[in-house]
Nanobody, 125 residues
Framework: QVQLVESGGGFVQPGGSLRLSCAAS????????MGWYRQAPGRQRELVAS???????NYADFVKGRSTISLDIAMNTVYLQMNSLKLGDTAVYYC???????????????????WGQGTLVTVSS
C-alpha cells in the first residue's frame, strides 16, 4: 500500500498564502512524479500543479505566477506554496503520486497512481 498524508490546508483571506505538504510512505520503490489536484463543490477534479522526479513542473493556468510546487525526493514529500489566493481557489486539494511499488513494477513500466484523502482550503473574507 501507498499512503499519502496531506497537511497545510485551512482558512485564509483573499490575498493570503498557504503551503500544502504531502508525504508519501509505504510500498514505494521509485517515485516518478507527484502533484496536486483540487475539486470545488459541483466541479470536476482538476490539476493544479505537478512535478517529476527530475524537477519538470507543470502548472494550471489559474495558478501560474502565484504558486510554486517543489519536491523533496529524499523525504518523499511534495509541497505547494500558494500565494495571492482568490475566492475561486476554495476547494479540497488532493495530493497525487505516480510511483513504482517494486523493482519488478519499475522494469515492466507498471506505475501505481496514489491519492491522498484531501485537505480543505477555504478562501474567504
Amino acid at each position: 500500500q501507498v499512503q499519502l498524508v496531506e497537511s497545510g490546508g485551512g482558512f485564509v483571506q483573499p490575498g493570503g498564502s498557504l503551503r500544502l505538504s504531502c508525504a508519501a510512505s509505504g510500498s514505494i520503490f521509485f517515485i516518478n512524479a507527484m502533484g496536486w489536484y483540487r475539486q470545488a463543490p459541483g466541479r470536476q477534479r482538476e490539476l493544479v500543479a505537478s512535478i517529476t522526479r527530475g524537477g519538470t513542473t507543470n502548472y494550471a493556468d489559474f495558478v501560474k505566477g502565484r504558486s510554486t510546487i517543489s519536491l523533496d525526493i529524499a523525504m518523499n514529500t511534495v509541497y505547494l506554496q500558494m500565494n495571492s489566493l482568490k475566492l475561486g481557489d476554495t476547494a479540497v486539494y488532493y495530493c497525487n503520486a505516480v510511483v513504482f511499488r517494486s523493482a519488478s513494477d519499475y522494469r515492466s513500466s507498471n506505475p501505481f497512481n496514489a491519492w491522498g484523502q484531501g485537505t480543505l482550503v477555504t478562501v474567504s473574507s
